[in-house]
């Protein structure tokens, strides 16, 4: 709204996502290259023009953390301005790549990230089984953890599953629909499907649950001044924030504590953007599991808490009700690359903005919402994000 | 985190919390409790939470709680551990909480705000654990 807010004076012109499958034959480094690559060229722009990344980077400006930790000024044989490997994806990063162009500490900043060749075939992916001493003996995983929140919200407001089960049931099939959906073509599926699929933890089915696959995405966030001469109609952050509430997968998540997190954020967000909940055209929110979804209309303030299921279930979440969400098929039908995950979120509503989403192409798309991470994680991110 | 071991780990020599599972090791059930403020916290961090005192010590709990939230697990992170079983957040009487398993009872018996008392159990990888049972469940 205001053009004197400093994010208001960046943009994200860049964006990609490589194939998303179940395994890549290949490295989280080189996988991720490849989106850097890829976003890069959407961008109208070159290695040349990069003075600042965001990625996984060992040493000096970082500390290795894998998957995907790579010498990234080596990798692109430049010296760079500015480098911020703490949280490298998603909303976060883009917020922290667009303060920093912003601030003028760099031009162009290109946030990529994902994984590859670390899934080894097995069902349930390493990193959803946190290895800390008073979780893994437990024999807790990530889904186990979301349970726990999830739990509570059923014990005080029983839901009802039907309406619940609808909501994986379309987010899966907008993933049919998606050509380059690890699910393309699978489906379609209804809430009776989501209702029989076997119990992982109570009360989470296998369709409610996000996929764990690999690929990685990538985002390119320059100056307004610089983008007007790029190719790709600019998209702007009109608005973000995010709550760290605390280091995730150590101590259990409390619903009472956890259930709204990412409100604050989410006040800041709309505020900084002038904007109201009700203005989005299209939610690309963080779908971890079918209550996460829930969950964030519950904090966003468009239903009272234990009325989201209900509420979604009436307003219709395809590309004709009136929340549309998760356009491509989200976490749990499209891809769930780890730590590339929250960035992917971001790739599809800059798609939906430019109005090149494909088939969940929300028409005349001019306001995105993109979350990250949600309850069980105990952090939570909000992006407010605007045609050009 | 690697599979089963041949010789169990000395948990007790673990920095920061190996006083914590030296206890558990003799079926005692621990908590850090704060020598400035009086509060108990989990899990074991450098400093207390409510006041950022690092002069905190382990003091012995009742071992009494309620059961916060629960899930039973039907499909295990790996194929050390046998499904159905029962994670829970319990919260204990002294004001601090800690995931745990509920055990000894069947898992559609186990209920938000059930009272519950420590029960030590042998996890998959021979430790000792502390896990939780229903009050008046059978021994």
New interface residues.
């Given amino acids: 709204m205001s053009g004197t807010h400093p994010l208001h004076r960046v943009a994200i012109v860049g964006v990609a996502a490589t194939e998303m499958a179940r395994q890549i034959d290949t490295s989280s480094a080189e996988v991720s290259l490849r989106a850097a690559l890829a976003a890069l060229d959407d961008a109208g722009l070159g290695v040349a023009d990069v003075d600042g990344v965001a990625a996984r980077w060992p040493g000096p400006g970082g500390t290795v953390f894998q998957p995907g930790s790579a010498d990234w000024a080596g990798v692109f044989g430049q010296p760079l301005r500015w480098v911020c490997d703490t949280y490298p994806q998603g909303v976060p990063g883009a917020l922290d790549a667009a303060a920093a162009v912003a601030a003028g500490l760099c031009e162009t900043a290109l946030v990529f990230g994902g994984q590859a060749g670390v899934m080894g075939g097995s069902a349930v992916a390493d990193y959803t089984r946190p290895d800390n001493e008073f979780i893994a003996c437990w024999g807790s995983l990530t889904a186990a953890q979301f349970a726990l929140v999830a739990q509570v919200y059923r014990h005080r407001h029983a839901p009802d599953p039907e309406q619940l089960a609808a909501i994986a049931a379309a987010i899966r099939n907008a993933g049919s629909a998606n050509p380059a959906a690890v699910m393309a073509g699978r489906g379609p599926y209804t809430a009776t499907d989501v209702l029989a699929s076997p119990m992982v933890a109570e009360p989470f089915r296998l369709l409610d649950l996000c996929l764990a696959t690999e690929g990685a995405a990538a985002m390119v966030i320059t100056t307004t001044e610089r983008a007007r001469d790029l190719p790709q109609p600019p998209v702007a952050i009109l608005g973000g924030g995010a709550e760290w509430h605390r280091q995730q997968y150590v101590n259990p998540p409390r619903y009472d504590e956890v259930w709204s997190l990412g409100a604050d954020a989410a006040r800041r967000a709309f505020d900084l953007a002038g904007l109201r909940p009700h203005d989005v055209d299209v939610f690309e929110l963080y779908d971890i599991n079918t209550y996460e979804v829930v969950r964030q209309f519950e904090m966003l303030g468009l239903c009272a808490e234990g009325e989201g299921a209900e509420y979604l279930w009436e307003a219709g979440i395809g590309t004709d009700g009136r929340h549309p969400l998760n356009t491509d098929g989200g976490l749990l039908s499209y891809s769930h690359i780890g730590w590339g995950g929250p960035t992917l979120k971001i790739v599809e509503a800059v798609r939906q903005l430019r109005g090149t989403a494909g088939p969940g192409q929300v028409p005349n798309a001019e306001v995105a919402l993109v979350t990250g991470a949600g309850s069980g994680a105990q952090y939570h991110n909000v992006m407010v994000l605007g045609g050009g | 985190?690697g599979g089963r071991t041949d010789e169990l780990e000395d948990?007790s020599l673990?920095p920061l919390?190996g006083e914590f599972w030296a206890a558990v090791n003799r079926a005692e059930l621990v908590r850090p409790v704060c020598n400035d403020c009086g509060q108990s916290f989990?899990?074991p961090q450098f400093a207390c939470p409510y006041c950022q005192s690092t002069n905190w010590d382990y003091q012995p709990s009742s071992g009494r709680g309620r059961v916060?939230?629960?899930?039973?697990?039907?499909?295990?992170?790996?194929p050390?551990?046998t499904a159905p079983?029962v994670?829970?957040?319990v919260d204990v009487e002294e004001g601090w909480?800690?995931?745990?398993?509920i055990v000894d009872c069947e898992p559609d018996q186990v209920a938000?705000d059930m009272p519950v008392s420590v029960k030590f159990v042998t996890?998959?990888?021979g430790?000792r654990?502390p896990a939780f049972a229903p009050d008046g469940a059978a021994r």
Wanted: charged share 15%.
């Fill in positions: 985190m948990r673990r919390t989990f899990v916060y939230s629960h899930t039973t697990v039907h499909r295990p992170p790996t050390a551990f079983y994670m829970a957040d909480h800690l995931l745990t398993w938000i996890g998959p990888d430790h654990l």
